[in-house]
């Protein structure tokens, strides 16, 4: 037995099984949502489990849609690439004075370097964050804050940040992709392992009291954050 559940702006294929106990819930390679449900379960039960996942779900999508992206990319005239937040189109030029710069509100990218493109962009972006993020992070260095035996911005992959044992915290250049707020959540973040190596409840009190909207720009960059990569 099918039916459709429809929550907000996604619509959900649900199957009911006499095999199943418990409920599930799956994102398809093509966007395609689905939920599977026991015979029986009543229907305020399967909506309130699907509530409960949205934010997983929408994750799940906007990866996909990142991947999409990803394939498509060209670094051809008017494609938007963000930094700080913001969004701006590209603009090949030819004989530009350096590799790739922004001005006036677009990023100019020397066309003879369009085939290596990723590797210019991520060169300018990894300049910038190397100024930008440790001059951010001193605003935090209040006068009972311990400070990091060392900062280091680099190629971190898929992760926004890390403090170790020693005291070094590092973040992923391409937070300058980041809105600001976003970037000073990750560098408070990682700031208050400096007194909490963990992610206990003493932990997050730390975070709140040095910023007490931490969850609401945590959920923003699980939801979001990976729309703010450079393809």
């Avoid at 190397?130 to 951010?136: K, L, V, Y």
Wanted: include cysteine; glycine fraction near 6%.
């Amino acid at each position: 037995m099918i039916h459709v559940l429809r929550i907000d702006e996604l619509t959900f294929t649900v199957r009911w099984s006499n095999r199943r106990r418990t409920i599930a819930i799956a994102v398809g390679s093509g966007g395609e949502l689905r939920a599977a449900a026991p015979v029986g379960c009543p229907p305020v039960v399967l909506e309130a489990a699907v509530r409960d996942r949205l934010d997983w779900v929408r994750k799940k999508l906007a990866e996909q849609e990142l991947r999409a992206a990803q394939q498509t990319r060209a670094y051809e005239a008017g494609e938007l690439f963000p930094y700080l937040g913001r969004r701006y189109p590209l603009r090949p030029v030819e004989a530009p004075e350096l590799p790739v710069r922004l001005r006036g509100g677009r990023f100019e990218l020397d066309r003879a370097l369009v085939h290596d493109g990723r590797a210019q962009m991520a060169a300018w972006y990894s300049a910038r964050a190397r100024r930008w993020i440790p001059a951010r992070l001193d605003r935090f260095l209040v006068a009972d804050q311990p400070a990091p035996s060392a900062l280091q911005v680099r190629d971190m992959g898929r992760r926004w940040g890390s403090c170790n044992a020693n005291g070094r915290i590092s973040v992923n250049w391409q937070t300058i992709l980041l809105p600001p707020p976003i970037i000073d959540y990750i560098l408070v973040h990682e700031l208050m392992h400096l007194r909490e190596l963990n992610h206990s409840k003493a932990f997050w009190q730390h975070v709140e009291a040095a910023m007490p909207d931490c969850a609401e720009r945590r959920k923003w960059l699980r939801l979001h954050g990976h729309r703010h990569v450079l393809l």
